[in-house]
Structures are given as structure tokens and as C-alpha cells.
């Protein structure tokens, strides 16, 4: 492993050696040890109230909550027992450059069904991941996590196709986190042929609102407050960010619903404050006028009061050009009479529905039905950025594990 | 309307009387390109209502980028004489400007009225920063290539300095400066161009010239440059030490607006012209800022007939310092630029670390 003492550094834990994390064995799935760690970063990052105003590692000590990783157990042993699970072996983990949290998920996942784990970090850095790594290495440091530390490295390197092949050549699990160019130039690399690779491509989601619920509505401004988590606190770049606002419903509801809901939205704004960055506005503008192009009908921007929020009101489905949204608070919006509409509509790339104002079993019939060939996942607003172990269509547990048949 | 504004004199009409001559012209280019151009047709009217725009800022402006990735013309295909090429920041792809006869002989005409309010009428001899390859291909072009043939037409006795490979033709050079050192001559480039062999080449050859009677016209933007920490100002005052050069003049302009150029002039401030004007818009909300704040720059020329390259949202930010009261003396509006604007820094998770 000589080779990449120069090009390699890693980060936790701080000191280690890479050849025994790439030659170790795994772990039981659900080791005690790990369920320790685990519980202990949840513990931590809970407890110091300095790390309140970083929401994103707040979610996730929730989501490590020794309860909620009881539930993913049962989840993991309720099986059939006709097979067994066990770890795959090594997992090659490639972190997004810009959501800090994922990576930790990815890894955590993998750590709980036993695998060891190499973990490819981005360049990229911020106060909330470098405090987060902090956490990380501080705890994996107690003596009691010596197992943890021999099967762990979570590293960075620049864009070197050396090393990611020689991990992506050792490892029985490549996961690779978004962006549809980094998986083409990723997947152009040789994979050790036994091993399974996970991808998360680019995706594009929306909201679906019924105008007539809407309009009802007695506590509209929480709603607001939901959607505004859910739209702007990854720019609208998070894989699950609302990008189109369908409305559902008749169009005598629709046009006061929609007229309340953005003057809400913006009054919501307004309070928060953020300021416009340039670059982004003009990314925006860019945006819309090269969807206007795609478009063969004619479409509407709507006026808006500031840059924060910017719309297109698009008639027909097949005019909505989800390649050049460019996140940052531009929405789309279209209508429909009913939700049965939508099902021609839904692309493989689709993955969120936020739905306000329908019912489960509307929503269920609608996917029973229409059969859509998007959408892994349907949540209430301020629900769209919750992380799942099931992502994308996979059961994230079963799919880093393996099944070991036994027919006996 | 268009032609009109070639009978006068560029820099010639106040406020008063420029606003409603370039608002006709604006309008006839807006309606030619919304009835040619079914693209544009569409963007117009998702913005606003066509027929009702009664000032420059109710128009619809476009920004610059999407000359990048569509082919916009507003002419039959048949009609097309020549494409120009940005010169695109490193790593992106370039623009392509689709020019007919009509857009290139006003752009032509439009930068010869312009120029010679600052060089006056008469043809000098000129200097290229540049390589005669530049406009090697006549149907399709870099911007360099359209700045040089510009220029070209309005010079004579032309000396290019560089060959195709880029060498500096020293010899050439120092016959040029002999030759006219006691008449006024001209010396046209790009930027940084000057600024590598005009300046940087020649001092580490020690070589000092007297071009004192030169007046050097350059433009294609700063960034280069302002990584090496040279401003405006040190570029002026080292080419004066080194060449004596006393009259240089930049220019602001792009590809997408070839012709109606924004000149410096002696007070550092760039100006519009007859055949074009300038707005500084709120990045906040695209509303229009006074005079003395900054913001992004949007760029209005009446001379774009092929393209629909008319009114353009920029990514510099710039600043109007005035309009008709600048000290060289010329009427419209003067402006400053600041430079580009920042790269956005956006969250999610379709930014990723490519390998």
C-alpha cells in the first residue's frame, strides 16, 4: 500500500493502516461493539447543544438513536429463514461532495450488516463535516474500538483513477454516491467482478399539493415551514428536493391555492433572510429560459418579488425539462384534475413525491394502479430530505448484506 | 431607426434626445427577432407582453450562457456568412454566433464610428498582437479573429507580430517602430496578449522601444491578468514605462455583441454609444439600480440582426457612473466593471467529486 502513502491521507481513523482495512475480515451483522459506537456518536452530537444550529447532524444523531437502530435490526433478523444474512466483505464507499451527512449513513448501513468499510471523502470541506469528523475520531479513538479502527478508514485523495481502481479491484461492494458524471467516470474503472455496485444517479423530485385541502388548510404557515426545509436547505440540490409543484384539483381551487401558497412562501423567506447569490440567480434565469426554449407550448414565468424564489408555470408534462433545473428555489408547476394524471408522466429519474392533501390510500391506489416508473418514495412535507434505509428502491440493509440460502 | 443611428455621431446625443431614437431601433430589432426567431418568440413571451414594452428595461433580456448551448438565429439558415466563436473561459463551451451580411457590415461600420471618435478618421498604421492564423477560416472565427479584422479595416501598412505558432517577430517590430515613430499608429490586441509580448516578452528580452506616438486599443478581459495582481492601472502605467505608450484604451465587449463596443476613455470610464446602452440590474430581484450601485450588467446594441443577441444579461458586475456628464466629454451613459461574478457555491447532492 506503499504506493498511496503520498497520494492517500487519512482522516479517521487518524492513524491506521490501510492494507489491514483492506485485508481484515468482516464483523457479526448488528456486533455488539458496533451498536456501542453507534449509540455513542448519537449520544454525543445530542447532547452538546453548540451543535444545534447544524440540522443535518441533528438529524442524523436521531436517525443513530439506539431505538431506531433496534428497528432496523428487526427489520434485518425478521427474515425468512430460509437464508441467512451475512456481510459482503469490503465496501468502497464514494461521498457526495456537498450533503456532509450522507456519507455516514452509507457507511453506518454497511457497518451495521458487518462489512469493513473504505470510505472515499470529498475535498470538499465545511465547519459542520469537520466537526462531525471530529466526533468520529474522538470516540473511535476509546480503546474499546480497536475491531472498529482495524476495519475503517475513512480517507481523501484527489481525483486519482489509481487508487479508486486498485479499492474498486479489493472491495465486494462499490457504492457510489450521485452525480451522474461521477458514476459514467466511476463505472469506466474496473470492479472486481464478484462485487456488487450501488449507485445513486441524479434525481428529480416534487411536490404534489390537492388545492382544495390546501385552501382548507388551518395551519398553513407549518406547512410552509415544512416545504421551505424541504426546498432550500440543500439549495434544492439534495437528490429529494422538491423541484415541480403539481396541483391537483379544479381550477377554480387551484388558482387561490396557488396564489396563497407562494405569498406565503415568500413571507416565510423574507424572515430567514438569505441573501441572493448572483451566480445563482443568473444560473436560474439561465435555467428558465432554456426550459422555455425545450418547451413546445408556451410557458410562463411568473413574477416573484425577489430572486429567492423563481417559477415557471409549464401546461403540458412533456414540456418540464428536469435536466436543466438547476436547483437554488426555482420551481416548476403544472396542474392536473386528478392524481391518476401524473402516472404517464413519471420517469425512472423521479424519486420523491412530498404529497400534501391526499390520502394514503389515494396515494397507494395511484401506485398500484398507474404503475409509475419513477418514484421510490412518497413522504408528507417537511419529510423529503429524511433519510431512509430504503433509498432509491433498495432496502439499503438487505442489499449490503448477502443471502446465504439454506435449503436443507 | 437602425440605419438612422449612423448619422450621428457616436457619442453625440444626450439623454433626452438618444431615448426615444434607440428605444424605435430596440423595439424594430425585439419585433424582427420574435416574428424570425421561434425560440426567442417563446422567451419573449414567457417574460412579458411584447407588445406592450415602452421603456428599455421592460425588455426581456437573455443571458449570455445560452449562446453556449443553442444555435439562436433569426435569419434563413441560407443567409448565415460567417460564425463566431466565444473564446469561452478555459473548460466551457464556446458560444457561436450565427452572423449574415446585414449584422456584419453594421457591426463593421458600428466599431469603425466608434474607434475613430477616439483615433481619429484618418487610417494609421497598425500593430496585431496577434497572428494572421486568428481569421485564417473565414466562416467561422474566434472573437480575437473579429476584433483583428475589425480593426483591420479601419489600419493600414498592417504589421502582425506573431506568427502561427506564436513567435514574436522581433525584427518586424522594431522596423514597424522605426519607421512610424514620428506619426501616430495604431497598436490593437487582446488583453492579455499585449500584456504577454508586448510587455512581458519584450522586457525580459530588455528590449525598450519608443512607441510613443501609439495608441494602443485592447479588450478581452482581465481575468489572466488579475491573477498575476495587474490592474488597469499597472498595465497603463508598465507599457508607458517600457514603450512609452501614452493612449491606451480598453474596451469592453463580447462576442455575442461584436461591433457596438464600450471604449474607455481618458477618464478610465467605459461608454455607450448611439447603437447601444447599458443597464445595471439587482441580482436580488432583476430590478433596475441607480446610478452608483452595483450590480450585474445587461448590455443593449441595436446592431444584431441575425441572432437574437440584441439585449444580454452579462456575468460581470458593473456600476453606471453617470450618463452625459462624464469629463472626456462624450454624451451617454459610463459605466465601471468590476469584474465577474462569483461562482455559486450550492449544496445537494448532484454536485459530486468527479475522480
Not at chain 1, 291 to 302: D, G
Not at chain 2, 58 to 74: A, R
Request: one cysteine or more; charged letters at 20%; glycine letters at 6%.
Amino acid at each position: 500500500m506503499d504506493i498511496f502513502k503520498d497520494k492517500v491521507k487519512l482522516i479517521c481513523p487518524l492513524t491506521g493502516d490501510l492494507a489491514k482495512v483492506v485485508a481484515a475480515q468482516p464483523l457479526e451483522p448488528f456486533e455488539k461493539i458496533t451498536l456501542q459506537f453507534i449509540n455513542i456518536v448519537s449520544e454525543t452530537i445530542l447532547k452538546d447543544h453548540s451543535l444545534r444550529k447544524y440540522p443535518e447532524l441533528i438529524a442524523l444523531a436521531y436517525w443513530m438513536r439506539s431505538a431506531h437502530i433496534k428497528q432496523l435490526q428487526e427489520q434485518f433478523i425478521n427474515s425468512n429463514a430460509d437464508y441467512i444474512q451475512v456481510p459482503r466483505g469490503l465496501a468502497f464507499h464514494i461521498a457526495p461532495a456537498n450533503v456532509d451527512t450522507i456519507f455516514v449513513y452509507s457507511w453506518f448501513i454497511s457497518l451495521l450488516v458487518g462489512n469493513t468499510n473504505i470510505v472515499r471523502l470529498s475535498s470538499k470541506t465545511s465547519d459542520q463535516l469537520e466537526t462531525l469528523l471530529a466526533i468520529l475520531n474522538n470516540i473511535l479513538a476509546q480503546e474499546q474500538f480497536e475491531q472498529l479502527r482495524n476495519t475503517t478508514a475513512l480517507l481523501r485523495y484527489g481525483h486519482d483513477t489509481e487508487v479508486t481502481e486498485f479499492f474498486s479491484k479489493q472491495c465486494d461492494l462499490r457504492i457510489i454516491w450521485g452525480g451522474d458524471a461521477t458514476i459514467k467516470s466511476i463505472r469506466a474503472l474496473e470492479l472486481n467482478p464478484t462485487a456488487l455496485e450501488v449507485v445513486f444517479p441524479d434525481r428529480f423530485s416534487y411536490a404534489v399539493i390537492d388545492a382544495q385541502q390546501w385552501l382548507a388548510h388551518t395551519n398553513k404557515e407549518e406547512t410552509i415551514a415544512y416545504f421551505y426545509n424541504d426546498a432550500f436547505w440543500f439549495d434544492q440540490n439534495a437528490c429529494s428536493s422538491p423541484r415541480l409543484v403539481v396541483w391537483c384539483g379544479a381550477e377554480k381551487d387551484i388558482t387561490p391555492a396557488r396564489n396563497i401558497f407562494w405569498q406565503l412562501l415568500e413571507e416565510y423567506i423574507t424572515t430567514k433572510n438569505v441573501p441572493v447569490q448572483p451566480a445563482v440567480a443568473v444560473q436560474k434565469l439561465t435555467a428558465e429560459v432554456q426550459t422555455i426554449f425545450n418547451a413546445k407550448s408556451q410557458v410562463t414565468v411568473e413574477q416573484s418579488a425577489s430572486n429567492a424564489i423563481n417559477r415557471v408555470f409549464i401546461e403540458s408534462f412533456e414540456d418540464i425539462s428536469r435536466d436543466a433545473h438547476c436547483g437554488g428555489g426555482l420551481f416548476y408547476e403544472t396542474t392536473i384534475s386528478e392524481l391518476a394524471e401524473l402516472g404517464n408522466f413519471l420517469k425512472t429519474k423521479d424519486q420523491t413525491l412530498s404529497a400534501f392533501g391526499i390520502t394514503k390510500e389515494q396515494l397507494s391506489t395511484f401506485i398500484k394502479e398507474n404503475k409509475p416508473r419513477g418514484i421510490c418514495r412518497v413522504v408528507p412535507f417537511g419529510q423529503a430530505l429524511t433519510f431512509s434505509n430504503y433509498w432509491d428502491g433498495l432496502d439499503l440493509l438487505a442489499t449490503f448484506a448477502r443471502k446465504v440460502e439454506l435449503v436443507v | 431607426m437602425i440605419e438612422d443611428l449612423f448619422g450621428y455621431p457616436p457619442f453625440s446625443l444626450k439623454a433626452a434626445q438618444k431615448k426615444p431614437l434607440f428605444l424605435e431601433a430596440l423595439t424594430a430589432v425585439t419585433q424582427h427577432h420574435i416574428a424570425n426567431c421561434p425560440e426567442y418568440s417563446k422567451f419573449a413571451k414567457a417574460f412579458c407582453d411584447p407588445s406592450n414594452l415602452t421603456a428599455v428595461e421592460d425588455f426581456p433580456f437573455l443571458p449570455v450562457t445560452v449562446f453556449k448551448t443553442n444555435k439562436l438565429t433569426s435569419v434563413n439558415e441560407s443567409a448565415v456568412i460567417k460564425i463566431l466563436k466565444s473564446s469561452g473561459t478555459t473548460g466551457q463551451t464556446p458560444s457561436a454566433i450565427y452572423l449574415d451580411k446585414l449584422t456584419s457590415e453594421r457591426q463593421t461600420k458600428a466599431l469603425a464610428h466608434i474607434v475613430q471618435d477616439f483615433i481619429g478618421k484618418e487610417r494609421l498604421p497598425t500593430i496585431f498582437v496577434d497572428t494572421k492564423a486568428v481569421f485564417k477560416d473565414k466562416e467561422s472565427f474566434s472573437a480575437r479573429g473579429a476584433g483583428v479584422l475589425g480593426f483591420a479595416t479601419f489600419g493600414k501598412n498592417h504589421f502582425y507580430l506573431l506568427d502561427e505558432d506564436m513567435n514574436m517577430d522581433i525584427e518586424g517590430l522594431l522596423e514597424f517602430a522605426e519607421k512610424y515613430k514620428n506619426e501616430p499608429n495604431l497598436i490593437f490586441g487582446f488583453t492579455y496578449l499585449v500584456w504577454l509580448y508586448l510587455y512581458k516578452e519584450l522586457t525580459a528580452k530588455n528590449i525598450k522601444l519608443d512607441l510613443s506616438n501609439a495608441i494602443l486599443v485592447h479588450s478581452g478581459g482581465w481575468k489572466k491578468l488579475i491573477e498575476q495582481s495587474v490592474d488597469n492601472g499597472t498595465f497603463k502605467a508598465h507599457l508607458k514605462e517600457q514603450l512609452s505608450i501614452k493612449h491606451v484604451y480598453n474596451f469592453y465587449g463580447m462576442a455575442e455583441q461584436v461591433g457596438s463596443v464600450f471604449m474607455e476613455c481618458e477618464e478610465g470610464n467605459f461608454h455607450t454609444s448611439v447603437f447601444s446602452d447599458i443597464l445595471i440590474r439587482d441580482p436580488a430581484n432583476w430590478q433596475i439600480l441607480p446610478h452608483g450601485t452595483q450590480g450585474i450588467i445587461e448590455i443593449l446594441s441595436v446592431l444584431p440582426h441575425s441572432y437574437p443577441g440584441h439585449i444580454l444579461l452579462t456575468e460581470d458586475f458593473g456600476t453606471i457612473m453617470g450618463e452625459d456628464t462624464c469629463p472626456c466629454g462624450r454624451y451617454g451613459k459610463y459605466f465601471r466593471v468590476a469584474g465577474r461574478i462569483p461562482k455559486a457555491e450550492l449544496r445537494g447532492c448532484s454536485d459530486t467529486a468527479a475522480v
